[in-house]
């Protein structure tokens, strides 16, 4: 089983729709969690951090469940620029400050 | 943006040969990593540098080797490269640990294209 695990995708969504992504994480001692985001042939980009009580950045809006291992990503009111992947990112437990990503989520917004 | 840079961009080269590849970093950071993305399997750990001279390994560090004699390079190097090793190499810097810092970031340089035939 992966540490991270993200649905491939893609996700086909027209302009102005909502969408939510998932990921699990197996590792209950993991204690940071990110959104990076990647276009095509670009290096990945940090897109928010999560904390526990969930966050919103704009459109974004992050949540994390420590109980059931999960983190989800919204983005409401999508944008043709909204089209990326969008990685889960998780940190290793114990004293070594390394990530494990996930594979990513593809978004395609269509007009 | 960061300013990171990696080279070459590109580098196809044969089984068996060596092959180096460099990160170099404007940014004074002192932690450094390289990864690998394939598909299918996302970013991946080779090896990490947390200070000059300082490195350890990562999750896919067999057949890679690292140095970093200097804060802002870090090496590299497949000592005999191998078709499984054809994969897309990250870069990335981060100023602090993310067991330190609730504002954690890592960037990431514009990656480097290998091709082993």
């Known amino acids: 089983r992966k540490e991270v695990e993200q649905d491939p995708g893609p996700f086909n969504v027209p302009e102005g729709a909502t969408v939510a992504f998932n990921c699990t994480y197996s590792?209950?001692?993991?204690?940071?969690f990110f959104w990076y985001r990647q276009d095509c042939r670009k290096e990945p980009k940090l897109l928010m951090s999560v904390y526990s009580s969930g966050n919103e950045d704009g459109r974004f809006t992050a949540q994390l469940n420590r109980a059931s291992q999960y983190i989800s990503l919204l983005i409401r009111d999508s944008k043709l620029s909204d089209s990326a992947t969008y990685l889960c990112v998780v940190s290793y437990s114990g004293n070594t400050g390394k990530l494990i990503f996930g594979q990513g989520t593809t978004l395609q917004v269509k007009p | 943006d960061a300013g990171i840079t990696q080279s070459p961009r590109h580098k196809v080269t044969e089984t068996g040969t060596p092959v180096t590849l460099r990160c170099h970093q404007t940014?004074?950071?002192?932690?450094m990593y390289w990864y690998r993305q394939d598909p299918g399997h996302g970013l991946r750990l080779i090896h990490y540098?947390?200070?000059?001279?300082?490195?350890d390994k990562g999750e896919v560090s067999d057949g890679y080797s690292v140095s970093r004699s200097k804060t802002e390079d870090f090496l590299l190097t497949l000592e005999s490269a191998t078709s499984s090793q054809t994969s897309v190499y990250f870069c990335?810097?981060?100023?602090?640990?993310?067991?330190?810092?609730?504002?954690?970031?890592?960037?990431f340089g514009p990656g480097t294209r290998l091709t082993v035939t």
């Open positions: 990335a810097i981060s100023e602090t640990s993310v067991l330190v810092s609730p504002t954690y970031e890592q960037y």
């Open positions: 940014e004074n950071h002192r932690y």
């Open positions: 540098s947390y200070g000059v001279k300082d490195t």
């Open positions: 590792n209950s001692a993991s204690q940071s």
